[in-house]
């Protein structure tokens, strides 16, 4: 089975920021196919089964996560996942925020460095391997020295059709990835504007 990682920071401060994008994505793929993300304290996050229809063969299982920890201790709970349901890395597609896209971009990349995000940083080094599947959704750029604070702002109301755009083709992204891989995910989404 492939697991679909949004990555995010829990708790409701932080519901509606540009770091819980990836939170944001999993929910949409969740809503789309009707699954039901429930809390696993033993695992340390929220999942659900998620079946996406393919026109073309068998529908795509995959399993929704959202790490319930901070976004830089993400690695930890992803490996146990990982470990438990018998995924490879390269059947792991992670969801982040990235402040180096512009607004509303979808990057895919089939593995790669953590680019300053905290949260691939901690998948790496818990992995063992950057050789994982990610999709980036650009946030906008945060300015000089003030990533921290960007990253944990909320969209301001002239960016949020661009970034409700932007979840939806993540979500589709992340949609034909499961069905049909990596390199077509790519073809289909990479630096596509909102």
Known sequence: MKLVVGIGNPGDEYVGTRHNVGFDVVERVASRCSAQLERDRRLGARTGRCSIPSPKGPDAEVLL??????????????????????????????????????????????????????????????????????????????????????VLSRFRPSERPAMDEARDRAADCVEVWAREGTAAAMNRFNLRSA
Do not use: M
């Open 65 to 150: 996560v959202e790490p319930l920890s901070y976004v830089n201790l993400s690695g930890p709970v992803v490996a146990r996942i990982a470990k438990e349901r018998g995924a490879v890395p390269s059947q792991i597609l992670v969801v982040v925020d990235d402040f180096h896209l512009p607004l509303g971009a979808i990057r895919v990349r089939d593995q790669g460095s953590a680019g300053g995000h905290n949260g691939l940083k901690s998948i790496i080094a818990s992995l063992c391997t950057d050789a994982f599947p990610r999709v980036r959704v650009g946030i906008g750029e945060a300015p000089p020295g003030g990533s921290e604070d960007h």
